[in-house]
């Protein structure tokens, strides 16, 4: 048996909260490192492990197992990363393995094939030669070496001696692809525009901040239009003027060519950015740049975050309430709340920007823990663009049975601005056609096989491009029967309103105007949301129909009419947070309007003209908002005054599922003085997703630890039955 003088910790991406150890040979000894990943034999497989830690103190194991190879020369993740991973998966109550394996691009957590590269310097000549000589590599092209396509196998194991000799050889892991040299760097950073008060109001804070030293986080309260972007690019300028790096994080919704943009024309090849839509390999470059330090910026979604700076001054966390910061798998870590605790790890800045924070972050800024930074008005010096209700109960009542969709004041609106030469956006946020198919004669509501959910009617959204039903949960799709299925009689009618209804209302109301829709379906394909940009930009569409996609991240300087056709879409979920939800993406919906010189206006169609959400939007007032969400928040015990955690049972058998969830509630119950407050079991409100039925437990606690504690206890005594799965979610952003 070997002996070993230094021993690694090394976790996997899988949910066990064992760290194991394995023995590092004596050859290793000199290159391993906390962060790097190593290829080991786990169980009966070889897999990829992350090094955590590494000492000199024997455990007691029997069978020692060693590594067997390294795969990093650098770590790939900073000590910053491997603590925040650490922190992870204590809040989020997930294995460090999970957290850990979760900061890299998902080609790295593959057993490796390595491929051949050539260094960017590589000249054709120099190594067709080399090609010549060695004889047995017929087949081995200079195209095929500089594409990175070669992978090593024992054939190229001559060239590879060759190359290495030379030079000129770069082993690549992972994916195949091509090295790019980046480009040589332009280190000057162009002007911005002039600040305006506030504006600079706002930056000297984070300046002074800057200068002081140390961990700071800011809310960043501005209108939209208020020019919060200005400030993210201005304090970044200043961090990488004092030799540091910068994260930040977009929504991916609206993470957008036209955002990125402004960040790629302030600091040119030093911004890197990291989104769903590219590639592994390209996703790997981006990443290893931050590493490298061949960027100093990186703009990117949730996941952004991991970047491995080594030098990290700033993290800006833009539209901070966004609920798409939480990830929905394991780790379900809310990539804001994540961005604080780096900040804080690395003693630098965090600056959370939002023209509606959440309640958590507005609650932390008036408790002290954050600086508020307010910024209330345009930088156009405009004012926001009036916000008109329109009272649907009215409209039906005088119009009788033809239930409109456009009421009369907001169809006149949109006649006059066709007649304007000017754009109109009108927003419901949600998709199809219909969102009910019900049966007249039985009342039943067409549901989704697999999920407890109605399904929605669509003209054009099935995978050829033919009417269908869908799901919009599991996708499933289905043909809409002539006869209701429930009762085998009773015929179909068709209600609820989705955005290909309103596209059918407008070719009836306005056949001259040019209309564009923009929402999932139309936006599928690879640059069609590009395209459809394009051609508002451009004025060719008059009106842009669209769900929140419309609404995040974009400018639409020739938009003066907003129409909110529903603007009650949401409010009735059955979530603590669907008043807040609604309030802010009404308030980001009407920032759409009159973006450039002209002045805008936003029609509100709503059946609840007095809802103390619905009236506080419609006059952007954040401030009485905030104030009657927080006392209510404060009576009911929820967040931001206590911490909540979900359980979710869910199984393909409906009993199973429930009696795992009693036996559960039973168990946390009965953990008096625990501090915890346990609700459920309880169906889900989607009792019933992907053919799983699914039930949940609510915990409610003062602080989180309480929350963990008794979770740690539960699974010390009790075991999730086989054929059941559990989800735990800390802090969930979502309890349907
Ligand atoms: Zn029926
Ligand atoms: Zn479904």
């Not at 000249?123 to 590599?137: K, N, W």
């Not at 609820?496 to 306005?510: M, S, Y």
């Not at 936003?602 to 009485?624: C, M, R």
């Amino acid at each position: 048996l070997p002996s070993f003088n230094l021993f690694a910790e090394i976790v996997f991406p899988v949910p066990l909260k064992q760290v194991f150890t394995y023995g590092v040979s004596p050859a290793l000894e000199g290159s391993i490192q906390p962060g790097m990943r190593c290829s080991v034999s786990f169980g009966r497989r070889q897999t990829v492990g992350l090094v955590t830690g590494l000492s000199r103190v024997a455990p007691n194991v029997p069978n020692l197992k060693s590594i067997n190879s390294l795969m990093d020369i650098q770590p790939c993740l900073t000590p910053d990363l491997l603590k925040l991973g650490q922190w992870m998966a204590d809040y989020y109550y997930c294995s460090v393995g999970e957290a850990l394996f979760a900061m890299m691009p998902s080609g790295y957590r593959k057993n490796p094939k390595a491929f051949l590269g050539l260094k960017a310097e590589a000249q054709r000549e120099a190594v067709e030669s080399l090609l010549a000589q060695a004889g047995a590599l017929r087949g081995v092209k200079w195209d095929n070496l500089k594409a990175g396509t070669v992978p090593v196998t024992a054939r190229i194991k001559p060239l590879m001696e060759a190359l290495k000799k030379s030079g000129l050889l770069e082993l690549k892991l992972g994916e195949p692809g091509e090295m790019k040299s980046r480009e040589k760097q332009t280190h000057e950073t162009k002007q911005g525009p002039a600040l305006h008060p506030q504006q600079q109001a706002a930056l000297s804070a984070i300046e002074g901040a800057l200068k002081e030293g140390g961990f700071k986080t800011f809310l960043l309260q501005g209108v939209t239009g208020s020019g919060k972007t200005e400030i993210y690019l201005r304090a970044i300028a200043l961090v990488l003027e004092a030799g540091k790096q910068a994260i930040v994080l977009i929504p991916e919704i609206a993470l957008t060519p036209q955002t990125v943009e402004r960040f790629t024309s302030r600091f040119g090849d030093r911004v890197a950015v990291l989104h769903s839509r590219l590639g592994a390999g390209e996703r790997v470059r981006q990443w290893e740049s931050m590493a490298t330090g061949d960027a100093s910026v990186v703009v990117g979604a949730r996941s952004a975050l991991f970047a491995p700076a080594k030098n990290l001054g700033l993290i800006v966390v833009d539209e901070e309430h966004e609920s798409s910061y939480k990830q929905d798998e394991s780790p379900r870590y809310n990539a804001r709340d994540a961005a604080i605790k780096r900040a804080q790890l690395v003693g630098g800045i965090a600056v959370l920007g939002s023209a509606t924070p959440s309640l958590e972050s507005l609650h932390n800024a008036k408790a002290g823990k954050y600086g508020l930074l307010l910024m209330p008005d345009r930088v156009n010096q405009k004012p926001l663009p009036k916000m008109r209700l329109v009272d649907l109960k009215e409209e039906w009542k005088t119009r009788g049975a033809d239930r409109p969709i456009l009421s009369l004041p907001l169809e006149e609106a949109i006649r006059e601005t066709l007649a304007k030469g000017e754009q109109t956006l009108l927003f419901l946020n949600r998709r199809g056609f219909s969102t009910v198919a019900l049966c007249l004669q039985c009342g039943e509501q067409l549901q989704c096989p697999s999920c407890s959910v109605p399904v929605t009617f669509h003209k054009s959204g099935g995978t050829k491009n033919e009417q269908t039903l869908l799901c919009h949960y599991c996708n499933w799709q289905g043909p809409l029967p002539e006869k209701c299925p429930s009762c085998k009689g009773g015929p179909i009618r068709l209600v609820g309103l989705g955005t290909e209804r309103i596209e059918d209302e407008i070719a009836k109301k306005f056949p001259e105007a040019r209309v564009a829709r923009m929402d999932l379906d139309t936006t599928r394909r690879m640059g069609s949301h590009e395209s459809i940009l394009k051609k508002i930009m451009k004025k060719e569409v008059d009106i842009l129909i669209g769900t929140q996609m419309v609404a995040k991240g974009h400018d639409f300087p020739g938009v003066t009419l907003v129409g909110v056709v529903g603007a009650d879409t949401g409010l009735a979920l059955p979530d603590f947070r669907s008043s807040e939800r609604v309030f802010q993406l009404l308030v980001q919906v009407a920032g759409r309007a009159g973006r450039a010189d002209k002045e805008g206006i936003i029609y509100l169609q709503t059946f609840n003209p007095e809802h103390p959400s619905i009236k506080a939007a419609s006059v952007y007032d954040f401030q009485a908002f905030g104030e009657q969400e927080l006392a209510l928040r404060k009576m009911l015990f929820y967040p931001p005054f206590s911490r909540l955690g979900l359980l979710v049972y869910r199984s393909k058998v409906e009993k199973n599922a429930s009696q795992a969830a009693e036996q559960t509630a039973r168990f946390l119950r009965a953990q008096k003085g625990s501090g915890v407050e346990i609700f459920g079991p309880a169906p889900a409100a989607i009792a019933k997703l992907r053919g799983q039925y699914r039930f949940q437990i609510l915990m409610k606690s003062e602080k989180p630890g309480p929350i963990r504690q008794v979770l740690a206890l539960l699974d010390s005594k009790i075991e999730t039955p086989k054929g059941v799965l559990r989800v735990v979610d800390l802090d969930p952003q979502s309890l349907l």
